[in-house]
């Protein structure tokens, strides 16, 4: 561990990412500088041990919900091949900076990844391997949000963390209203009752059901990633303990 004796709060965790995470200033496709600065603080916590998985969104690529008029389940499969090509970046990158990384999809890929298998992503986690989990659930009407809190649950992590473009929770959209007030702290509770954009619905049950705790902080410093998983303060914290 290049980190010396540095040691992470949480040991096990889901990172979420969007793809438009991915564009940089862009907002489309992938923009590698952007990509290396979020890897290398990914990489950070590699070093100190960290046991990761990344769940990826395809945004930058492809949404469904503006398809139009085209079949739902097929623009959902669409999007599910749009977060298989940004996860396989996000693994080069990673691999180039001297990582070791697996990419599993729900949905079978087998020339270029492997298929989605619980206890083989956990036995990577041990063999200190990154997992990279593309096609979000493997099934149209679920998004990859919901398939972040899925992945959380089905490995047993200490952590979701959810990297986003805003620097927390807030009550309303703060690129839209200046008098948007943020959180520091809300209970899953809170994130269903007020039908917060945090999560989907789905997304936010599933870890209020199973006891996930959630952190929301932004992408735009790169490193909070990595102070995240020091157990440093940033962003908003969700969880079933308003008291914690």
Request: charged content about 25%; overall charge neutral; some cysteine.
């Amino acid at each position: 561990m290049s980190e010396g004796t540095v040691t992470p709060k949480y040991k096990r965790i889901l990172l979420k990412l969007s793809g438009e995470a991915l564009s940089g200033k862009k907002k489309t496709g992938l923009d590698f500088p952007t990509i290396e600065g979020i890897c290398k603080s990914i990489k950070k916590c590699y070093d100190i041990g960290t046991e990761i998985g990344i769940v990826v969104g395809g945004g930058n690529f492809w949404r469904g919900r503006d398809s139009g008029t085209m079949d739902r389940v097929r623009a959902d499969h669409i999007g599910m091949l749009a977060t298989t090509m940004n996860a396989l970046a996000v693994a080069d990158v990673l691999e180039s900076l001297g990582c070791e990384v697996r990419v599993q999809t729900a949905i079978e890929m087998r020339s270029i990844a492997e298929p989605y298998i619980r206890q083989k992503a956990i036995r990577h986690f041990a063999k200190g391997r990154i997992v990279i989990f593309g096609c979000g659930t493997g099934s149209p009407f679920f998004s990859t949000d919901s398939a972040a809190s899925l992945r959380a649950a089905e490995l047993d992590v200490d952590v979701l963390l959810k990297a986003t473009m805003v620097d927390g929770v807030y009550d309303k959209d703060p690129n839209r209203y200046n008098d948007a007030v943020k959180f520091d702290h809300l209970s899953h509770r809170d994130i269903l009752a007020a039908g917060l954009m945090v999560l989907d619905g789905t997304a936010a049950a599933m870890c209020s059901d199973n006891d996930i705790p959630l952190i929301v902080f932004d992408l735009n410093r790169p490193d909070n990633i990595y102070d995240a998983v020091l157990g440093k303060k940033v962003g908003t914290l969700v969880n079933n303990n308003i008291n914690e």
